[in-house]
T-cell receptor, first 113, second 114 residues
Framework: KQEVTQIPAALSVPEGENLVLNCSFTDSAIYNLQWFRQDPGKGLTSLLLIQSSQREQTSGRLNASLDKSSGRSTLYIAASQPGDSATYLCAVLPYTGGFKTIFGAGTRLFVKA | EPEVTQTPSHQVTQMGQEVILRCVPISNHLYFYWYRQILGQKVEFLVSFYNNEISEKSEIFDDQFSVERPDGSNFTLKIRSTKLEDSAMYFC????????????FGPGTRLTVL
C-alpha cells in the first residue's frame, strides 16, 4: 500500500532563505508526483507535476526533483518570501490502486519577515 | 485555461440533513473523483467515477454517500444524512484519458455540520 511521508511537518525560516521540503513514498510504481500549496482553510494550488520519466521540474523560484528509485522528491524554494507561508503537500499517482492520488500530510512553512 | 469548479464554496447544515455538493469537471475529461480533507488531516480519496459508474471507493464511502453525473456536465456528491464527522473540505477532481495522467482539482467545498 502506497504511503507518502513529508518531513519536516513544520518549518520556520527567515525571509530570503533557500529551503528544501522533503517527500518520500513507499512504492516507486507511480505515474507522477505533484506538489501543491494549500493556504489555511483554502483549496489546493498545483505548483509542479513531475512525470515518472522526469527528474525535475522548475517554475520560477520553485524546483522539484524526483528520484523514483529511492522513493524521494524534494521541493526547493529559493529566496523565500513571507507570501510563501502555507502548507505544501506532496502527492503521488500510483500505477496500482485505481488512479487515486495519495497525499502526504504536508509541511507547514512559515517565512518570517 | 480550463478548470474544475465547485459549488457552493461553503455549506452549513444541520446533522441528519441531506447535502449535495456540486462539481463541474473539465469538459473533455472522462474520470471524476471526490476527495475530502478533515481539518488538520490528510487529503483522502473517497470515490472515483468513470463511464457513469463508480470504479473504486474507499471504506469511508459508505451507504450514506452517493455520486451522480446527472446531465453530462455536473458531477455531484450526495450525503444522505450528515454526521458531525462529515465536516470537512471536499475536493472534486477530473482527469483526461490521455496526456499526463494529471488530476485537476477544484477549489473545494467546505462542509460544516452542526
Amino acid at each position: 500500500k502506497q504511503e507518502v511521508t513529508q518531513i519536516p511537518a513544520a518549518l520556520s525560516v527567515p525571509e530570503g532563505e533557500n529551503l528544501v521540503l522533503n517527500c518520500s513514498f513507499t512504492d516507486s510504481a507511480i505515474y507522477n508526483l505533484q506538489w501543491f500549496r494549500q493556504d489555511p482553510g483554502k483549496g489546493l494550488t498545483s505548483l509542479l507535476l513531475i512525470q515518472s520519466s522526469q527528474r525535475e521540474q522548475t517554475s520560477g523560484r520553485l524546483n522539484a526533483s524526483l528520484d523514483k528509485s529511492s522513493g524521494r522528491s524534494t521541493l526547493y524554494i529559493a529566496a523565500s518570501q513571507p507570501g510563501d507561508s502555507a502548507t505544501y503537500l506532496c502527492a503521488v499517482l500510483p500505477y496500482t490502486g485505481g488512479f487515486k492520488t495519495i497525499f502526504g500530510a504536508g509541511t507547514r512553512l512559515f517565512v518570517k519577515a | 485555461e480550463p478548470e474544475v469548479t465547485q459549488t457552493p464554496s461553503h455549506q452549513v447544515t444541520q446533522m441528519g440533513q441531506e447535502v449535495i455538493l456540486r462539481c463541474v469537471p473539465i469538459s473533455n475529461h472522462l474520470y471524476f473523483y471526490w476527495y475530502r480533507q478533515i481539518l488538520g488531516q490528510k487529503v483522502e480519496f473517497l470515490v472515483s467515477f468513470y463511464n457513469n459508474e463508480i470504479s473504486e471507493k474507499s471504506e469511508i464511502f459508505d451507504d450514506q454517500f452517493s455520486v451522480e453525473r446527472p446531465d453530462g456536465s455536473n458531477f455531484t456528491l450526495k450525503i444522505r444524512s450528515t454526521k458531525l464527522e462529515d465536516s470537512a473540505m471536499y475536493f472534486c477532481a477530473s482527469r483526461s484519458d490521455r496526456g499526463r495522467n494529471e488530476q485537476f482539482f477544484g477549489p473545494g467545498t467546505r462542509l460544516t455540520v452542526l
